[in-house]
Nanobody, 118 residues
Framework: QVQLVESGGGLVQAGGSLRLSCAAS????????MGWFRQAPGKDREFLAR????????YYADSVKGRFTISKDSAKNTLYLQMNNLKPEDTAVYYC???????????WGQGTQVTVSS
């Protein structure tokens, strides 16, 4: 089992920045990939970015490419999402996830709310 706990959400004005964190504990060595997703009210969960835990390779959704940066601190078992130039449409609950196989997300955090005001 892997436990994921997100933090860092909050209220920010459009154009501002936030950094989300996701602390992982448990059998973290069983997960090769970690990622960030979000879900806005009335919408499906949306993939944002992923990173391979060993090599650090990253991949982004077009909607956030150039504004969001995913990173990790292996020593702290922590995943980050740096979000810049935030827009009101970025308002959502943000989730981190972990998985052993690409595209199969086995573990999810509880989510952290991000609200961007115009």
């Amino acid at each position: 089992q892997v436990q994921l706990v997100e933090s860092g959400g909050g209220l920010v004005q459009a154009g501002g920045s936030l950094r989300l964190s996701c602390a992982a504990s448990g059998r973290t060595f069983s997960s090769n990939f970690m990622g960030w997703f979000r879900q806005a009210p009335g919408k499906d969960r949306e993939f944002l970015a992923r990173i391979s835990w060993i090599g650090g390779n990253t991949y982004y959704a077009d909607s956030v490419k150039g504004r969001f940066t995913i990173s990790k601190d292996s020593a702290k078992n922590t995943l980050y999402l740096q979000m810049n130039n935030l827009k009101p449409e970025d308002t959502a609950v943000y989730y981190c996830a972990a998985g052993k196989v690409l595209y199969n997300w086995d573990y999810w955090g509880q989510g952290t709310q991000v609200t961007v005001s115009s």
